[in-house]
């Protein structure tokens, strides 16, 4: 069995698809200089995400990091995302029914509503800063209309959110944690604070009924709880701003697939979709090996940490034609989108996403279709996990009244 090429992280972070480029066609697994492995082509991805031969990761990235107690050590060890068996049903269960897509798929018009509000708020500017001004907003207006948590709420939850994403990408450091501890502690406060005033105070919105479903049933201690409900907000805010920053550029940039776009609204589901395969916001989903396995001849073996690079697989020539092209039409897309994930932790916000991506696009074609880039495109880093952004400012023509 051959040993794996190693990359480095710093690499990585800054050259992702190049370097996946590069090694796709000679190996299906790279290691990264800190050890962890990394599946790049799209077969051994999609088989990988539901192998009982691998498990979610838990705590080991952070315990590497020093993370050993605190509010961030509690929200790493009791979310759902980092968790396996029985204590993920039992974290998951209670929230799936609300975020099936029966039912968010009732939340279009309020959806569209907002993304329409946040575009009259600056139309008579004729520019934005299009994450400040508009990616913020929108998924955190939605996911609070959801939960029935006040607007007014939003910057003080997305100060911690955009903080403590970081936890779920692998490159943090050891430097990062203070401040990541910090974040969790606040949100965590704020968290407890709304749940303990809908057990006092209940009310006809979200966060009640959880409350005492929660009662009710007796399965997650109060700390569980919390870190759930956090685990939404961070989810619901972060993921689906970048994603629509990262859709807003790409099409900006492919000027004929923007007004492809504006004169026929029928493709903005496929836009979406090509939008997440380009350029993810979430690069890859963290699994541990539970025995060897043998990949075309290369071994990975037992107890490592495994990166399925998504980011990698959804460029993998074997499955998408010309995948270095941008292009709104094609038609190799699977219905299901590897972009979420798969198997029980697919992604429990995968219609939100969708809609909210999809209500975003649209309110910006119709409302502004002469939208553009007001400066450099987007720059997107990160090989694993939750990537980053950097500014996007936009420009349109106002047609004054
Ligand atoms: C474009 C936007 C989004 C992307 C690309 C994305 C991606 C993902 C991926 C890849 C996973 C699987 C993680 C794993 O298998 O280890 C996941 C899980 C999850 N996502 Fe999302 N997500 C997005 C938006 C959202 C939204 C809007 C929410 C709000 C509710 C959300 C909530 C969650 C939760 C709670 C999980 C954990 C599910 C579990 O472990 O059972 N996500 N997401």
């Not at 080991?60 to 107690?69: F, K, N, Q």
């Not at 968790?83 to 998951?92: E, K, L, P, V, Y």
């Not at 649209?362 to 090989?383: C, I, K, Q, Y």
């Amino acid at each position: 069995m051959s040993e794996p090429i190693i990359v480095s992280a710093a690499d990585l972070h800054s050259h992702a698809h190049e370097i996946f480029r590069r090694y796709r066609p000679l190996t299906p697994l790279l290691k990264r200089d800190d050890g962890i492995y990394i599946a790049i082509r799209a077969r051994d991805v999609e088989q990988l995400l539901t192998d009982p031969r691998t498990r979610q990761m838990e705590t080991e990235i952070a315990e590497t990091r020093g993370v050993v107690d605190g509010p961030l050590r509690d929200f790493l060890q009791y979310t759902m995302v980092l968790s396996n068996g029985i204590a993920h049903r039992q974290r998951r269960l209670p929230l799936a029914r609300a975020f099936a897509h029966k039912f968010i798929s009732d939340l279009r018009p309020r959806v569209r509503a907002i993304a329409e509000e946040l575009i009259d708020a600056r139309y008579e500017t004729g520019e934005m800063d299009f994450i400040a001004d508009f990616a913020n907003w929108l998924p955190a207006r939605v996911i609070c209309h959801i939960l029935g948590v006040p607007e007014s709420d939003i910057p003080e939850f997305t100060r911690c959110v955009y903080s403590l994403s970081r936890a779920f990408s692998s490159t943090f450091t050891k430097e990062d944690v203070p401040d990541m501890q910090h974040a969790a502690g606040d949100l965590s406060a704020y968290v407890d604070d709304l749940l303990m005033d809908r057990r006092q105070r209940p009310r006809e919105d979200f966060l009640t009924s959880y409350t005492l479903a929660l009662d009710t049933s007796e399965k997650l201690s109060n700390v569980e709880a919390v870190v759930q409900m956090m685990t939404i907000l961070l989810g619901g805010s972060d993921t689906t701003r970048s994603a629509l920053a990262i859709q807003a550029s790409l099409l900006l940039e492919n000027r004929d697939q923007w007004e492809a776009v504006c004169g026929d609204p029928a493709l903005i589901p496929a836009a979406v979709f090509e939008c997440l395969r380009y350029e993810p916001f979430v690069g890859s989903v963290p699994r541990v090996t539970l025995d060897d396995i043998a990949l075309d001849g290369w071994s990975l073996p037992r107890g490592q940490i495994l990166s399925l690079s998504t980011l990698a697989a959804m460029r993998d020539p074997d499955v998408y034609s010309e995948p270095d092209r941008f292009d709104i039409r094609r038609s190799d897309l699977p219905r299901r989108h590897l972009v979420f994930g798969n198997g029980v932790h697919r992604c429990l916000g995968a219609a939100l996403a969708k809609l909210e991506l999809e209500e975003g696009l649209a309110a910006l074609t119709r409302r502004l279709p002469s939208l553009e880039l007001d400066g450099n495109p987007l720059v997107v880093r990160g090989g694993s996990g939750i990537r980053t952004v950097q500014g996007l400012r936009v420009r349109w023509a106002c047609a004054r009244a």
